[in-house]
């Protein structure tokens, strides 16, 4: 997934629109997506933790679809009414040279939260079922559709960017999601059916009772507002960036390092399910903290060398086939954000061992943490700060909120726990 927002970036650099098109992509259409399907983001985990068998999955199958069909119609306001104008020029304050070409991709975007909601759902039963490996190859499937997409894109050459890159999206998600779903009917269905069977055999008088809703709802709403709260941010602060020293440079260099940042972070965000499946079992806790020492250790060099090398600076210029203002200004603020990728294993860590305990109510607390400091930092950032350029502020209040978001999770996963509802 991580390698999507580069690939669009040198996709779209090679396409009509140029920069503007860049530009909305990363300010307004990536973000309101985001932040839209912000609720259903964390079905993976809950799906992960509570899919014991096959009436569960049921239930929240229909919980997912009726989530995704709400948050659908949000989208459609959103994207084809006058909100949007609203959410971009008086909200966000872009340019107004970014605000069709971020429209259309809105209105392109229209089946995304859906497709995004069934495929996590999905996934978090394969992982429950050991079979993360299909996940990667799903993978593999959306970027091979996306590859597809911006390659037809690019020899019909007439296509806007913003057009090309959102038709690719929405083409790699659709393609996983309907891997994902081929995949739990094939094998992760006649599992959850024979684990069940075998229950049964052991204790004839054993039948699991349906997942309460009550406690479901104590579960899932703290952990679906960790996403909403952090996507949050990315209006915001693409709202910074328009308030300081050449916003539209800024806008536009912040898919491609934004993209890089995000890739190098990847591991992490996977982190979080590997150890929801995976704490609870004899020596877990040790084997996970070794591989995740290791994934930070990598995932940090690999930015280190990018953004301290002239390897950055060929990535940006001659792959991605940005303007030499573009690849100095992007080059530059990679060094803004090396703490990212280590900081992103340890906060899934802590993360993931909370939801395996079934306590959410912390992480919660700490991305509401996040929040409050990101705000914080950005809002100075504009107003004390104004002559430095917009992406390196949001880098850098993005890292100063992920490090308290991070302390805050190791202090509530260590501490005493509080009385909490678990899902049952």
């Not at 927002?5 to 920069?19: C, S």
């Not at 859906?114 to 499937?141: D, H, M, N, P």
């Not at 308030?243 to 996977?270: E, Q």
Request: glycine share 8%; net charge neutral; proline share 6%.
């Amino acid at each position: 997934m991580g390698v999507e927002m580069p690939m669009l970036a040198v996709a779209m650099t090679r396409m009509p629109g140029g920069d503007p098109h860049l530009a909305a992509l990363g300010a307004l259409v990536y973000p309101l997506s985001l932040l839209i399907e912000a609720p259903i983001i964390m079905l993976l985990a809950a799906s992960t933790a509570l899919v014991r068998n096959l009436d569960i999955h049921e239930q929240l199958r229909r919980f997912a679809h009726v989530t995704a069909a709400v948050l659908t119609v949000i989208h459609v306001l959103v994207a084809f009414t006058p909100a949007f104008d609203f959410i971009a020029l008086d909200l966000i304050g872009v340019p107004d040279a970014i605000v069709e070409p971020g429209r259309l991709g809105m209105q392109i975007m229209t089946p995304w939260t859906w497709a995004i909601a069934y495929r996590r759902f999905q996934q978090g039963v394969l992982i429950r079922c050991e079979q993360s490996k299909l996940v990667v190859y799903g993978t593999a499937i959306r970027l091979v559709a996306n590859v597809l997409a911006l390659a037809i894109g690019i020899s019909v050459g007439t296509l806007p960017g913003i057009v090309v890159g959102t038709i690719g999206i929405i083409c790699g998600v659709t393609a996983e999601a309907v891997w994902a779903g081929w995949c739990f009917h094939r094998f992760a269905k006649p599992k959850l059916r024979e684990q069940q069977l075998a229950r049964q055999q052991l204790d004839a008088d054993h039948v699991e009772a349906p997942l309460a809703w009550p406690k479901f709802a104590a579960f899932y709403i703290p952990l679906a507002f960790t996403p909403l709260i952090t996507i949050v941010i990315q209006p915001i602060g693409s709202w910074a960036m328009s308030k300081m020293a050449n916003p539209m440079l800024s806008l536009a260099a912040w898919p491609a390092v934004y993209g890089i940042v995000f890739l190098t972070r990847t591991a992490g965000y996977a982190f979080n399910e590997v150890v929801v499946a995976l704490a609870g079992k004899p020596g877990g806790h040790r084997a996970l903290r070794q591989c995740g020492y290791g994934i930070a250790g990598v995932a940090s060099a690999v930015l280190l060398v990018l953004a301290t090398t002239p390897i950055g600076e060929w990535w940006f210029g001659t792959v991605t086939g940005m303007s030499p203002e573009l690849t100095a200004l992007a080059s530059a603020s990679l060094l803004v954000a090396i703490l990212m990728p280590g900081y992103a294993v340890a906060q899934n860590y802590h993360q993931g061992i909370l939801v395996h305990n079934q306590r959410t109510r912390p992480i919660t607390e700490a991305v509401v943490i996040y929040l409050a400091i990101c705000c914080g930092c950005l809002v100075i950032g504009v107003d004390y700060f104004p002559e430095v350029p917009g992406i390196q502020v949001a880098l850098g209040s993005f890292t100063i909120a992920g490090l308290c978001q991070t302390a805050w999770l190791l202090l509530r996963r260590q501490g005493p726990p509080r009385q909490e509802t678990a899902a049952g």
